[in-house]
């Protein structure tokens, strides 16, 4: 069994951001040289998440505005989390309900994908560096 490991990086110029990552992970799909096996992707960070769903620029549209009702950012004063001097306690309640993985079959050195699924890292208190794990094994 074969296995590899990479991280991918991110700084997103604002608080929330949603970014089309299937480009990254097909990359490292390749760069692993594995046929059939597993493909994990994580979130290192509990104010960020990965998840699959469509590419479509409404539905992002719709993910924004959803998560913003019902975690708003402001005021920060409502979040017990930001008693502790962060601000962010917002983001870990978005990333809670956008999930921190997904986990994606290799079958013939392709990620096996249903109908329209694509891989999203979800950014819920950005402006900083963080990263995302790629985890693939197989053979
Ligand atoms: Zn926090």
Known sequence: MKNYRKELWFNTPNRMDLIHITPDVDA????????D???????????????INDNESG???D??????????HAPIDQYR??????????A???????GRSVMVAITDG????GPWERIFYGEFDG?????????????
Not at 37 to 51: D, E, K, Q, R
Not at 127 to 139: A, F, H, P, Q, T
């Open 37 to 51: 096996g597993f493909c994990l992707v994580n979130a290192m960070h509990i104010t960020a998440s990965v998840f």
């Open 28 to 35: 490292c799909v390749r760069e692993s040289g594995i046929k």
């Open 92 to 98: 870990h309640l978005k990333r809670q309900i956008m």
């Open 81 to 90: 989390h930001n008693n502790t001097g962060e601000d962010n306690g917002d």
């Open 59 to 61: 539905l992002h549209h």
């Open 127 to 139: 402006r900083r560096k963080k990263r995302v794990l790629v985890k693939i094994i197989g053979e």
């Open 110 to 113: 392709m990620l096996d994908f």
């Open 63 to 72: 993910y924004r505005e959803w998560l913003e009702k019902l975690a708003p």
